[in-house]
């Protein structure tokens, strides 16, 4: 068997290579296309993606993963690296070794000379070989996540009668994140505003990166976003009539999939400290999913920290547990 770990080769055969890993790494979620995958490498920034790596078998790539120093961490000496395997090679023994002390010394190679006191990685909880193995080697579990889905066609909004109403008449009106940008002059400020609000309370086990206002309009404009379908919940009883739509309490950062449009990923939830304890997070979620149903979107995925309130939110309008994901770390000594 001829086994080998490598820099990624971004030609198109290779990619497709990567995407079929990645297709049967995460099976519970629409597959990448090469469109999307592509626009990606174009688009990331070199301090994201600044070393792609495949393993491969008999020169076929059955393996695929990335090392970078993270820009959604909040402190400074962390690395991180992710890594897929087809399913059936998680307990793949090479030279006596375990595939992925074969992945973690080929990493630590490619970060040597930086500055680095923590590797950090997450994996499924469904992958036991690669959790049994984490686990008596250093790392650590500091977090786990709760990845579940929403049947949005048969969704049954009968029990939840009221709920929107209600918010409407307490003050709040729903927008659509373009409707916003075209009518309102002061859209970025305020989702950055509520957005740093809501970041700062999701449970990590790292503090929440530090974003200026210029790098999250730059965000919003990368790769699989669509902005149609991100829900903005206005405090209209603050506003002084006009242009003016008062401040932004609450929002949903959803995003189609690329090329499967009707499944929607919801990246960020939440509900600005000032508003919260209102209903406010019921109601901006069943308008979402009122959005979704209208759309023809068939389902919504979702993830959430254990501890994260908005997960007991996510369970009583009926979303159902897929997969857990575990972060894990492990100090090290870079030189």
């Known amino acids: 068997m001829g086994f080998d770990i490598r820099e990624f080769k971004p030609v198109d055969e290779e990619c497709r290579e990567w995407l079929a890993v990645g297709a049967a790494y995460v099976p519970d979620r629409p597959p990448d296309t090469l469109e999307h995958f592509r626009a990606r490498l174009a688009t990331g920034g070199k301090d994201r993606l600044p070393h792609l790596f495949v393993a491969t078998m008999d020169a076929k790539v059955v393996g695929c993963g990335q090392v970078y120093k993270p820009n959604w961490i909040g402190i400074q000496d962390c690395m991180t690296y992710d890594f897929m395997l087809y399913p059936a090679l998680e307990d793949l ?35 036991q070989p690669r959790v049994d193995w984490l686990e008596v080697n250093g790392y650590v579990c500091l977090q786990r996540e709760l990845n579940s889905t929403l049947d949005v066609q048969g969704f049954d909004f009968g029990p939840w009668a009221g709920r929107i109403q209600a918010a409407e008449k307490a003050g709040f009106a729903f927008h659509s994140l373009p409707h916003l940008m075209q009518s309102d002059p002061a859209w970025c400020s305020k989702l950055h505003c509520a957005w740093l609000d809501v970041d700062a309370d999701v449970p990590r086990p790292y503090g929440p990166p530090a974003m200026t206002e210029a790098g999250f309009a730059s965000g919003l404009s990368g790769p699989g976003k669509s902005l149609d379908t991100w829900m903005i919940a206005v405090d209209c009883t603050q506003s002084n009539g006009g242009g003016d739509f008062g401040p932004y309490a609450a929002f949903t950062a959803a995003n189609r999939f690329p090329g499967t449009p009707t499944v929607w990923d919801i990246r960020l939830t939440g509900v600005c400290r000032a508003w919260r304890r209102r ?10 999913i009122e959005q979704a149903q209208r759309e023809g979107a068939t389902m919504i995925v979702t993830g959430n920290e254990e501890n994260n309130p908005m997960l007991a939110i996510n369970q009583r309008l009926g979303f159902v547990p897929a997969v857990t994901i575990l972060q894990y770390e492990k100090r090290i000594s870079v030189s």
Do not use: C, P, T
Request: aromatic content about 4%; hydrophobic content about 45%.
């Open 93 to 127: 023994m090479v030279g006596g070794q375990a595939i992925h002390s074969h992945v973690e010394a080929y990493v630590l190679k490619q970060i040597a000379g930086l500055k680095g006191g923590v590797l950090s990685l997450k994996v499924r909880g469904d992958r």
């Open 279 to 288: 209903g406010l997070a019921f109601a901006l979620k069943l308008k979402s």
